[in-house]
């Protein structure tokens, strides 16, 4: 075989390895970007919607998070609340801030939970017919206490509220359900 033979080959050889190297790394580097988080999926939704800042007047913990969402409530009528959902690296997760556009009031809660408090003789293993028809899922539960956790219906700032009001048929196996809230000491 002549070297210049030799040289084609080792060019060929090259390129098509240099070829495939690259396939590798470009196919690695689109499923590392795949967002397997459905929370993260409204970010580039909430910047092109224009997301407004948060108010001032909110908690400096509170103004560290990222806008994942931003809205008004109720939909299709006169607003009543304005609704971020916050995403946070270190503390909670995903946070839900709600300021009533009346009174000016702020009210902070997980974004991805509701709690329930069971009626007393319930266990947590009865609200498995409600789990499964509404496709949630516990998240914590607390026997003792009567406590249990659950996930919401989807990931919109609404879901907090819409969660509440879909595990109403089945009010007879709680106290209550409302909002996981968060506090904080100022």
Known sequence: M???????????GFTLGTLLVSAILSRRTM???????????YNQRAIEVGAEP????MPSSIQKGN????GYLPLGHEPLERVWLLQFDKSYPYVRAVENILSGEFRYMAADQISILLSEGIDVTELKPMLDELGLRL?????KEG???IGVL?????AVPNTIQAVQPW???????QADFLHFQH
């Open 2 to 12: 002549k070297n210049s033979h030799r040289v084609f080959v080792y060019l060929i």
């Open 31 to 41: 499923k590392e970007e795949e967002v397997t988080d459905p929370w993260l999926v």
């Open 54 to 57: 948060l108010p001032l007047g």
């Open 67 to 70: 806008i994942i969402d931003f």
């Open 139 to 143: 998240r914590m539960f607390n026997r």
């Open 147 to 149: 406590l249990a956790v």
């Open 154 to 158: 989807n990931t919109q700032i609404d």
């Open 171 to 177: 009010g007879s196996l709680f106290v209550h359900a």
